[in-house]
T-cell receptor, first 115, second 117 residues
Framework: KAGVTQTPRYLIKTRGQQVTLSCSPISGHRSVSWYQQTPGQGLQFLFEYFSETQRNKGNFPGRFSGRQFSNSRSEMNVSTLELGDSALYLC??????????????FGPGTRLTVL | AQSVAQPEDQVNVAEGNPLTVKCTYSVSGNPYLFWYVQYPNRGLQFLLKYITGDNLVKGSYGFEAEFNKSQTSFHLKKPSALVSDSALYFCAVRDATRYSSASKIIFGSGTRLSIRP
């Protein structure tokens, strides 16, 4: 069974631009969560989608948004990029809602650099 | 509010020695607890979880963790460390008794485990 895939793997943008990241979960998984990982802040939860509905949201500004499609694939969008948005963005999928009793399966991440 | 703490940024162990990576948590109800490992330039990989039942949980690669409710801890252990165990380890917690859509999974700050030959 194929794992979680994320595209692109690397991205370089400039301040003010917007970016869209994509995540394809493991087949059959209905939950997709997004995390931001930085050396200083660790792993920060962005949001979780289940059956095309956002079920949980972390403490990030409205510039960060996401959506989930009927095939469970998910996209994350960041508008008006700031230097501080440079990070590794991780996507994780699970059978049910993340962590309820289901472990998450993580993709390799998208490394975003904002110049 | 739920939280999880990994008090050590780094743990150094000689190969062949036992290792422990510490994790303490705080939830209002019963916890679901997880350990994940991250190798360089990779995503996180699930190691083990505690849902209910036996306090000693066995997971991948010879790792195990002990749930201690009175000390609100879930320390990760391995009897004999390997150089290949060197990686970043994350503990995570979710409140099992809250309504699922209102309870987020919270990750600790991570502990870098370094095994010297």
């Amino acid at each position: 069974k194929a794992g979680v895939t994320q595209t692109p793997r690397y991205l370089i943008k400039t301040r003010g631009q917007q970016v869209t990241l994509s995540c394809s979960p493991i087949s059959g998984h209905r939950s997709v969560s997004w995390y931001q990982q930085t050396p200083g802040q660790g792993l920060q939860f962005l949001f979780e989608y289940f059956s095309e509905t956002q079920r949980n949201k972390g403490n990030f500004p409205g510039r960060f948004s996401g959506r989930q499609f009927s095939n469970s694939r998910s996209e994350m969008n960041v508008s008006t990029l700031e230097l501080g948005d440079s990070a590794l963005y991780l996507c994780a999928s699970s059978l049910g809602l993340a962590g309820k009793s289901n472990e998450q399966f993580f993709g390799p991440g998208t490394r975003l650099t904002v110049l | 509010a739920q939280s999880v703490a990994q008090p050590e940024d780094q743990v150094n162990v000689a190969e062949g020695n036992p290792l422990t990576v510490k994790c303490t948590y705080s939830v209002s109800g019963n916890p679901y607890l997880f350990w994940y490992v991250q190798y360089p330039n990779r995503g996180l990989q699930f190691l083990l979880k505690y849902i209910t039942g036996d306090n000693l949980v066995k997971g991948s690669y010879g790792f195990e963790a002990e749930f201690n409710k009175s000390q609100t801890s879930f320390h990760l252990k391995k009897p004999s460390a390997l150089v290949s165990d060197s990686a970043l380890y994350f503990c995570a917690v979710r409140d099992a008794t809250r309504y699922s859509s209102a309870s987020k999974i919270i990750f600790g700050s991570g502990t870098r485990l370094s095994i010297r030959p």
